[in-house]
């Protein structure tokens, strides 16, 4: 477990828990954090940080997300509201909890052998355990805003790269100006990292200045670049998985190689100039190259999740197969001479062997476009399953690859573009047999129904893959044209994988929720326990089941499924005393009938599995100091066997002293 000190108040805690618990009348809140700043600092450095929230009367620890992040509480203040001249009749009811903002001030020490990068923190009170915010940690040096103004190129704080400066827009407004002075041709990325609690009303805009001087004798300003788009994961479920809920978000993608030796001037601000005490912010600078790549490396997407920038490579399928939900292992060779398997046989080239341990790694071969190959007589031939990295170098051009189905097989085309995304670059496949008819895209269509839920005639709306899957049942030549979905986009950065491999049935993304349906629950970033002895709490287990091996039974795109429908098992690790964990049942879908539909879903869109887990506290169950991180576990059922355990989520449990009020 890890944990960071413990700071007591001069009482002793086993009597200030339950004297907190007497004092609200009902059951204690939870408590929330809101914001965090400064956002970060230096490896091996300390740093003073103010968190803002509500419900935090008594926060006594901080609990982290590593063992070499430590913090002492130093205060805990509650911000009383303004005074209002108001008549004692029209004076509010006494509220009966104590729902003001506190700010609680934090000394963190980073040890020296932290890794780089965003660590959660939580605090901890009488009335459980936080939500969590993110601190960062950089290994380049880390300098504060200045005191003084600096709203103005000449008044710039001067900075040198490689720096990041945490610095805030604190009122309406504001902007803050850098000086660096640079080389001839350097190039520098300039990246404003921000967190998830603000975003929804900072939006920073970043701007690059050269000075000149005008025949007036006065001193101008020229601007060189200008960004404003964030990027990043943002789940959009609170418990995602991976990455995590509240994960920061960069402002980043602005890089510029400048052409003479001189000063020039960053500028920080808000969109719309808006500003607040909250708005923190850390402004990195550093140079580009395989260094600055490293540093981006964390904004990928997941793997897991159906996007353009999840990762992909030669050990794809490796991967796959350590998630699969069926005992078959596809043939990926078919010998000179072997009759071709029968689509009706049972995996359909997937040879039955559970202990096939051929390397799937080593068997998926490299190819590389090769220009001109825009006609499918210049088509580059691959052999499956094949990984290709190609370039859609101009506006309008085509990239056609050729393979050949010697047996029936079922494929999976997957794509991955690893520098310029959607809505930039977004890159369409279509898969051609060998008298050029069209066979599969990466769009599919969706199907408007109406208020009387009669279906249209017309297809009006279209969605775009990452990942298709098609059965090919008839041997021959097929080939894959790429190309810009708007054939607007192109040039060097508008770069592609293309993994064709056999289809693998597999546990993709999951996702652990503790909200309630609806508007139940409205908690902020609720993955987190806190029970009262008695005290029951449900966790929503979300599993999208990938590839499904299964055949169309009939003409209304009902499947027969084979060699398993993907179920699952559920395990809960790490549960503190007196807390276990039960099946339990609920309706996880209140929606009703969907609005659109999806033709032949089953190739674009995964199967989705939902689970009910019931985590109940015992009558007599011992209180708690400090969080128990518990691990939620889930196993395919492959066959007759539970297969390898996979990590669902992980989350921190406190059992905490209080009346049971039911909600």
């Known amino acids: 477990m890890n944990f960071s000190r413990i700071v007591f108040f001069g009482f002793l805690l086993a009597s200030f828990i339950p004297s907190f618990a007497a004092e609200s009348g009902k059951g204690p809140t939870e408590p929330e954090l809101h914001s965090l700043g400064p956002l970060g600092g230096a490896v091996g450095s300390e740093v003073e940080v103010e968190i ?68 959660f923190i939580r605090l901890v009170s009488p009335t459980g355990v936080s939500n969590k915010l993110y601190f960062q940690v950089h290994e380049h040096p880390v300098l504060t805003e200045v005191d003084k103004v600096h709203n103005k190129p000449e008044l710039s704080q001067a900075i040198q790269n490689p720096v ?41 805009q970043l701007r690059l200045y050269e000075s000149f001087d005008s ?82 490396k964390g904004l990928q997407g997941s793997i897991w999740g159906r996007n353009f920038t999840r990762s992909i490579g030669v050990d794809r399928l490796s991967v796959l197969w350590s998630r699969t939900v069926t005992v078959n292992r596809p043939s990926y060779i078919v010998s000179e001479g072997e009759p071709p398997t029968r689509l009706s046989n049972a995996g359909t080239l997937y040879n039955g062997k559970k202990d096939n341990n051929a390397g799937a790694a080593e068997q998926v071969k490299r190819f590389s476009e090769k220009e001109p190959n825009e006609k499918i007589i210049d088509a580059v031939d691959v052999t499956l399953p094949a990984l290709v990295s190609g370039t859609i170098d101009r506006p309008d051009d085509v990239d056609v690859y050729r393979f050949k189905v ?31 008819r069209s066979m599969l895209t990466n769009l599919h269509k969706v199907k408007p129904r109406s208020a ?43 770069s592609y994988k293309l993994l064709i491999r056999p289809q693998v049935p597999h546990v993709g993304e999951i996702t652990v929720e503790t909200l309630k349906r609806g508007p139940e629950d409205k908690r902020i970033d609720p993955l987190r326990l806190n029970l009262r002895p008695g005290e029951v709490k449900t966790l929503t287990i979300t599993t999208k089941v990938e590839e499904i091996d299964a055949e169309i039974a009939d003409g209304g795109g009902q499947r ?47 199967d989705v599995l939902k689970s009910i887990l019931v985590i109940q506290a015992a009558p007599d169950a011992p209180l708690t100091t400090l969080p128990s991180e518990i691990s939620v576990m889930l196993q395919p059922l492959i066959g007759t066997k539970a297969g390898k355990p996979l990590l669902a989520a992980k989350l921190p449990v406190m059992v905490i002293s209080g009346t049971n009020s039911g909600n």
């Open 52 to 119: 803002k929230g509500k419900y935090l009367a008594g926060t006594y620890a901080a609990w982290f997300g590593s063992e070499m992040l430590q913090a002492t509480v130093k205060s805990v203040v509650a911000v009383e509201p303004p005074s209002k001249d108001v008549p004692v009749d029209d004076e509010p009811k006494k509220q009966t909890k104590d729902d003001r903002e506190y700010k609680v001030k934090l000394r963190i020490s980073v040890g020296s052998d932290v890794t780089p990068g965003a660590h």
């Open 164 to 204: 990041v400066v945490n610095g805030k827009i604190g009122r309406q407004g504001e902007l803050d100006y850098y000086s660096i002075e640079v080389a001839k041709n350097e190039e520098l990325a300039f990246e404003v990292i921000t967190t998830h609690q603000t975003l929804a009303g900072f939006r920073p």
């Open 560 to 606: 027969a499924f084979k060699n398993g429908t993907g179920e699952m098992g559920l395990l809960v690790v790490g549960l503190p005393e007196g807390v276990r964990a039960l099946p339990g049942t609920g309706i996880t879908d209140i929606q009703g009938r969907p609005r659109n539909e999806t033709i032949k879903k089953y190739n674009f869109l995964p």
């Open 215 to 296: 025949w007036l004798g006065a001193q101008k300003y020229k601007r060189l670049a200008f960004h404003t788009e964030i990027e990043g994961e943002i789940p959009n479920s609170p418990g995602l998985a991976s990455p995590p809920y509240g994960s920061t978000p960069i402002n980043s993608g602005l890089t510029y190689r400048f052409p003479k030796k001189g000063r020039y001037f960053i500028e920080v601000g808000s969109e719309r100039y808006v500003g607040k005490s909250e708005y923190a912010y850390q402004l990195r600078v550093v140079p580009t190259g395989s260094e600055y790549a490293r540093l981006l």
């Open 406 to 436: 010697t047996s029936p097989i079922r494929l999976a085309f997957e794509l991955e573009t690893p520098q310029v995304t959607l809505p930039y670059f977004t890159p369409r496949l279509e898969i051609r047999d060998a008298l050029g």
């Open 452 to 494: 009387a839920d009669n279906a249209t005639d017309r297809w009006e709306l279209k969605d775009i893959e990452p990942k298709v899957i098609e059965i090919f049942d008839q041997p021959g030549e097929y080939t894959v044209e790429i190309r810009d979905v708007t054939s607007r986009s192109g040039g060097q950065d508008c």
